[in-house]
Nanobody, 127 residues
Framework: QVQLVESGGGLVQAGGSLRLSCTAS????????MAWFRQAPGKQREFVSG????????YYADSVKGRVAISVDGAKNTMYLQMNSLKPEDTAVYYC????????????????????WGQGTQVTVSS
């Protein structure tokens, strides 16, 4: 059983930065593809960024590319999402997720392959 706990959300002005953390219990990194999703009020949950089982391949949604960086610290069993140049449209609840994939390099952008989810952390960007 995998448990995921997010932290690091908060209120920030446009142009500011936040670093989200996702700490996992159980064996995750190297076993699962890991990803960040977000859900804004009234909208569907969407893929933000992900890292492959190998840890060597990272992926980003076009809406955040160039402003966001995903990383993993295996020793701490923690995944991070560094978000810079934040915009009001980045306001959402951010979730981390773990999912099994056959591929060591691919990261699914759909929700279905992800079996484990955190409780979410709120990010609010004021204009």
């Amino acid at each position: 059983q995998v448990q995921l706990v997010e932290s690091g959300g908060g209120l920030v002005q446009a142009g500011g930065s936040l670093r989200l953390s996702c700490t996992a219990s159980g064996r995750t990194f190297g076993t699962y593809a890991m990803a960040w999703f977000r859900q804004a009020p009234g909208k569907q949950r969407e893929f933000v960024s992900g890292v492959s089982r190998s840890g060597r391949s990272t992926y980003y949604a076009d809406s955040v590319k160039g402003r966001v960086a995903i990383s993993v610290d295996g020793a701490k069993n923690t995944m991070y999402l560094q978000m810079n140049s934040l915009k009001p449209e980045d306001t959402a609840v951010y979730y981390c997720a773990a999912g099994q994939t056959l591929s060591m390099v691919a990261v699914p952008r759909e929700m279905d392959p992800y079996h484990y989810w955190g409780q979410g952390t709120q990010v609010t960007v004021s204009s």
